[in-house]
Each structure stands twice: as structure tokens, then as C-alpha cells.
């Protein structure tokens, strides 16, 4: 059995490493505290990432509180007695002035049994004055912000419309790893026109970085976003599962041990998506990683020593 799991798992699993870290079970509650995104806005661009549908997470509930007990007593349902993080997942979360960011984020804080905050945000959208506040939350709180590169090949960057560059990606890391800032960081496999190396190439590259973990996305195509009208001018290859199976093994085995896999596939909303239909069905996608690293007898950091 590999070493960081509690489940059978080849890889270093998120339930592994919350409860060698809190001796309990911890979940996310996701939230969508009203940010926008400076590709969305005007800023930097407009329209957002072209496989964004007004951003991220749930449809807005103004009332966090309320949302935030709304999504948790949900949650409780399936895991009663747990601690909580809250999530702010949608659109860019430290996007904001620095006044609404505290008062949202310390009114979360406040709840009952939450223990920490996961943050996901753009690396071009953290300033110096966001930094200083984070650095004071990282030493009250369990803290972990996520960044959005989905990918280290500028070309595809460009394409999607992602507005910010991957120096940026590198500069704002580095001003979170000067702070001892936990980063988790998400990259989407079948981006248009990627093949298997580049997305192996994004994998490697992130093995020898300062990151406490990684998401992994598959993408999916939705209606009413910029990726489906290129989808239905230009019918790009969309990844079968067993073609996205067997990337995500070889990621894995390219990637560090101790970075922890707080995802590997995706939930998109059915009645959204369009293409791959196969990411509907989540539990047949993790079984099929679980049997081809069996299959091959490799693991999550198997061939790191090859970068």
C-alpha cells in the first residue's frame, strides 16, 4: 500500500493527509462570496477563461452565513462531527478590496467548528497589501490558497483566454512560499490542442515546485461558454476516458509523494455539460486510475527520480 493513504490508494489522497493532519474528519464548504475575475471585469480581458460559465461554485446566495450552513448541514448529512474549511471557490477570491475580503473572510472564521480557509484565486490577483493580511491569517488559521495555472504552456494559455502569464504564476509562488503559505494548485488535462507530453510536461513541472498539493481537472465543455462555440467550429479531439486514465497515471507517477491529490477528476454540472459525457459517472473514473496504477505496480512519485 503506498504510505499516504488510508483508502488502498496508489497516491498521496486529501482524507490522508486531513486526518494525519487534524486526527478527525475535515470537509470543504464552498462558497460563492460574490468576487469577480479581471479577465471577466474588463482588466486584463473580458468573457473569462473560455470553459468558464460565470465562474465557479454554487449560484450566489448574497447571505454567506446562510450559505455557508446551508452547504454544510448538507455535508453533515454524510460525515456528522466534523471540522470545517471554509472554501471560497468561485471566480477570483482575493479579488476585491482589502476591507471586503476581511470582512468575509473572518466572518466565516467565526463559524462554529471551522479550522481553517482554502482561497482560490489567479496568481496575477494577490497584491502586496493582500499578502501582508494573508501572512497574518496564515498564523490564525489553517490556510491554503489555490491557484489557477491549468496549464505551464503559454500557447494554450493564450487560447483560453487566461490572462495571466505563467512568470506571473511563478512570482506570486514564490511570495507565497516566502510566507510559508500552503498553495494548491490546479491544472486541467484536454485543453484544446494539448497533447499527452504537454500535459505530462505541466506535471513535471510542478513535481519540483514548493506546493502542498494539486488538482487535477479534466475538461469539460458546457453550454453557453466560448470553449463550445471552438468545439462546434473546429470539433477538437476531446479525451477519452481511457486516454485521460492514463495520463493522469503517468502525472502521477512524475509527481512528488508528498504533494497531496486534492482531486483528480471533475463534477460538472449535468445538465450544463456537453462533452465528455463519461465525467458524469466520478466513481467509475477514480476506479479506473485505481486498477491501471495496479495494473502497471507504479504509484504517485514512482517516476519522479526521471525529471
Known amino acids: 500500500m503506498f504510505k499516504y493513504t488510508l483508502d488502498n490508494k496508489r497516491y498521496h489522497t486529501l482524507n490522508y493527509y486531513y486526518k494525519n493532519k487534524y486526527g478527525q474528519k475535515v470537509f470543504k464548504v464552498s462558497l460563492n462570496a460574490g468576487f469577480t ?41 454524510k460525515w456528522p462531527n466534523s471540522k470545517y474549511i471554509g472554501y471560497f471557490q468561485a471566480n477570483s477570491n482575493t479579488y476585491a478590496p482589502l476591507d471586503e ?42 490556510l491554503v490558497i489555490e491557484l489557477g495555472l491549468q496549464t505551464i504552456h503559454e500557447k494554450t494559455a493564450k487560447l483560453i483566454n487566461r490572462c495571466s502569464t505563467l512568470k506571473e504564476f511563478e512570482d506570486c509562488l514564490s511570495k507565497l512560499n516566502d510566507r510559508n503559505i500552503d498553495v494548491v494548485v490546479h491544472i486541467i488535462n484536454g485543453l484544446p490542442y494539448e497533447t499527452k507530453e504537454d500535459m505530462i510536461e505541466t506535471a513535471k513541472y510542478l513535481s519540483d515546485k514548493k506546493i502542498l498539493g494539486i488538482k487535477i481537472h479534466m475538461l469539460h465543455i458546457l453550454k453557453n461558454t466560448n470553449l463550445f462555440k471552438l468545439y462546434l ?13 492514463s495520463i493522469v497515471c503517468d502525472q502521477l507517477e512524475y509527481l512528488d509523494e508528498n504533494i497531496v491529490i486534492n482531486r483528480i477528476t471533475g463534477d460538472p454540472d449535468i445538465n450544463e455539460l456537453i462533452e465528455p459525457t463519461w465525467l458524469t459517472k466520478k466513481f467509475g473514473v477514480l476506479n479506473e486510475i485505481d486498477k491501471e496504477l495496479k495494473r502497471r505496480n507504479t504509484y504517485q512519485g514512482f517516476r519522479k527520480r526521471e525529471n
Open 233 to 245: 467550429e473546429d470539433k477538437f479531439h476531446v479525451l477519452t476516458k481511457e486516454e485521460y486514465v
Open 101 to 142: 475580503l476581511k470582512e468575509k473572510y473572518e466572518l466565516i472564521l467565526k463559524q462554529d467548528n471551522v479550522i481553517g480557509l482554502n482561497i482560490a484565486t489567479r496568481p496575477d490577483c494577490i497584491s502586496d497589501e493582500v499578502l501582508d493580511y494573508l501572512s497574518d491569517l496564515n498564523n490564525r488559521t489553517n
Open 37 to 77: 475575475c479581471p479577465n471577466i471585469d474588463g482588466s486584463k480581458g473580458y468573457g473569462g477563461c473560455i470553459y468558464c460559465l460565470n465562474g465557479s461554485g454554487e449560484t450566489y446566495e448574497p447571505d454567506l452565513v446562510k450559505q455557508f450552513n446551508d452547504v454544510k448541514n448538507i455535508m453533515l448529512k
